[in-house]
């Protein structure tokens, strides 16, 4: 199971990549005003919202005990991130302020993940 679970560990860093990765590709575009959500950082999101159900169902499975009001608050900003990224997937040109939040809660995502034991 451990081994499992690691698979999926690494299946939700790749949807970290992509998701940060987007947006990092965007930056300079940002600066301009001209930036958009890129396909790579709505398959991130997507990606992140699976793999950490997933993650939830085999920690709980396994008997491992998982902070629920850290995966809960993680899981309301991915929902967040991922509700804006869908809205305007088709828009050629995103509000700076806007697009700046998702990268900073996407950010704030990986520091909950990673500070918060
Ligand atoms: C942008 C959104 C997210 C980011 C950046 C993120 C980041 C991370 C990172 C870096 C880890 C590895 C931490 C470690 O092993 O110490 C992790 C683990 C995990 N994530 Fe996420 N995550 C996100 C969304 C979610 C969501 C939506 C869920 C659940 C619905 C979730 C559930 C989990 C679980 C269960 C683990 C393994 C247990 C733990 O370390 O707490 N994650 N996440």
Not at 66 to 91: P, Q, S, T
């Amino acid at each position: 199971m451990d081994v499992l679970i690691n698979v999926f560990v690494a299946l939700h860093i790749i949807g970290i990549a992509s998701l940060l990765g987007g947006f990092l590709t965007q930056m300079k575009a940002m600066g301009a005003g001209t930036a958009r959500f890129v396909p790579a950082m709505l398959h991130g999101a997507l990606t992140m919202l699976i793999t950490g159900v997933a993650l939830v169902g085999l920690n709980q499975a396994d008997d491992h005990t998982l902070n629920n009001l850290k995966i809960g608050i993680k899981m309301a900003i991915l929902v967040v991130i991922l509700g804006l990224v869908y809205v305007k997937r088709d828009e050629e040109k995103v509000d700076k302020a806007l697009f700046g939040a998702v990268g900073g809660l996407t950010m704030a995502n990986i520091f909950i993940a990673t500070l918060w034991v």
